[in-house]
């Protein structure tokens, strides 16, 4: 999950950059092609697919709606919302994946579990509001990041429901089996998109963030999550997230973006904390 972390993070810079040159529903098409080729080779040179795997594929369409639905959203939001605070907005989704964990699969919250969530919340606002408590106090959201929170409320259901719904399956088959389907899904919603995109006149900041987002941060990304939610608690799963606004900062330097104001780092020293307290075995 700390790999996870680092790698979605890119995501964000890079999406940022690149979302108003593509129709989201033609660049997720792609994204979720280049990746489920990845990780189908992956299965199949590894453990191989079973015919066992291939049973209720109603699980994959379930779940490749639902990250399909986020990724859309993502990049739909990152038209007008900043990447650090998008990447805030990611942050309220442990909050969310433990609801949904205790609607699924009855995974209780304990008391500092639910101080933490609840510190990660607080940062996570701070950030999205800029440190301006006028805004907060007048709830003045921006339209991008309203429109990636619907995402997110899909990628917080996903994490338990992974759980739930996996038969035994290997993290990787399981994955190309979610990838599959939610690529049909997108094909199928976005075929007049995908057809209506000049491919060839896009422009470089296009191609390095689809590689980037197909081969990092889905492919590499989605295995890496499957293998930690079929062994932790949803709640403590999506707790590396409160890392992401941290990484973010660090790709924005990186690409000559500059650094945000100081007291929007108080946002993520809470979300660091509620990190650490989150990540502490229960006895």
């Known amino acids: 999950m700390l790999a ?11 999406g940022a950059m690149a979302a108003p040159l593509i129709d989201p529903l033609a660049l997720t098409v792609l994204r979720f092609l280049l990746a489920g080729a990845l990780v189908g080779t992956a299965a199949f040179a590894t453990t191989g697919i079973r015919r066992s795997a291939l049973a209720a594929p109603w699980r994959y369409l379930i779940l490749g709606a639902l990250l399909a639905t986020y990724f859309v959203l993502m990049f739909e939001g990152l038209k007008t919302a900043e990447p650090v605070s998008a990447a805030a907005v990611f942050t309220l989704t442990p909050l969310m994946a433990a609801g949904f964990g205790w609607l699924t699969l009855r995974q209780r919250l304990t008391a500092r ?23 907060l ?16 409320v899909a990628h917080a259901l996903y994490a ?6 996996n038969r035994g399956e290997p993290a990787v088959v399981f994955t190309f089996g979610m990838m599959v ?35 990092f941060a889905s492919a590499a990304t989605f295995v890496l999550l499957q293998y930690a939610t079929l062994r932790l608690p949803a709640a403590k799963v999506m707790a590396y997230t409160y890392l992401v606004p941290s990484w973010v900062i660090l790709w924005e330097i990186a690409l000559g973006k500059g650094t945000p104001p100081a007291l929007v780092l108080v946002g993520v020293a809470l979300s660091v904390t509620a990190l650490a307290l989150l990540l502490k075995d229960e006895d």
């Not at 106090?137 to 997110?152: D, K, M, P, S, T």
């Open 4 to 14: 996870f972390s680092a790698l979605v993070a890119g995501s964000f810079s890079l």
């Open 113 to 135: 579990m639910g101080i933490a969530l609840a510190i990660g919340a607080a940062g996570a606002l701070w950030v999205i509001f800029r440190a301006d408590l006028g805004k």
């Open 137 to 152: 106090l007048a709830l003045h959201i921006g339209y991008g990041e309203v429109v990636y929170f619907a995402g997110c």
């Open 160 to 165: 338990p429901l992974v759980r739930k719904l």
């Open 181 to 215: 389907a939610g690529w049909l899904l997108l094909a199928l919603l976005g075929a007049p998109a995908t057809l209506a995109t000049d491919w060839p006149a896009l422009p470089a900041i296009v191609w390095i963030t689809l590689v980037y987002t197909a081969v």
